[in-house]
Nanobody, 112 residues
Framework: QVQLVESGGGLVQSGESLTLSCEVT????????ISWYREAPAKSREVVAV???????NYVDSVKGRLTISRDIKKNTHYLQMNNVNPDDTGVYFC??????WGQGTQVTVSS
């Protein structure tokens, strides 16, 4: 059974940094296509970052240069490094592993 567990969320101030983790069990992530989604208050869930099997990454314009997606094969864990956060980054962050495995989400709240 494949399970994803996110962690690392919390309350931070604008300009600060935090790292979200997505630990995967039940499958090897070396060939995973991983996506990070954000569900902001009163908004639909949207993808903010994707990493393919080749290591190629894509980001939505609003997070380019501030968020970085990565993975640690030994720990079977994906990461989303968030730098210089702002209040628009507030939301519940979910990781999704191909084809459709989701974590439970972790709350990020950025105060101004």
């Amino acid at each position: 059974q494949v399970q994803l567990v996110e962690s690392g969320g919390g309350l931070v101030q604008s300009g600060e940094s935090l790292t979200l983790s997505c630990e995967v069990t039940g499958k090897n992530i070396s060939a995973s296509i991983i996506s990070w989604y954000r569900e902001a208050p009163a908004k639909s869930r949207e993808v903010v970052a994707v990493e393919g099997t080749s290591g190629r990454t894509n980001y939505v314009d609003s997070v380019k240069g501030r968020l970085t997606i990565s993975r640690d094969i030994k720990k079977n864990t994906h990461y989303l490094q968030m730098n210089n956060v702002n209040p628009d980054d507030t939301g519940v962050y979910f990781c999704k592993d191909y084809p459709n495995y989701w974590g439970q989400g972790t709350q990020v709240t950025v105060s101004s």
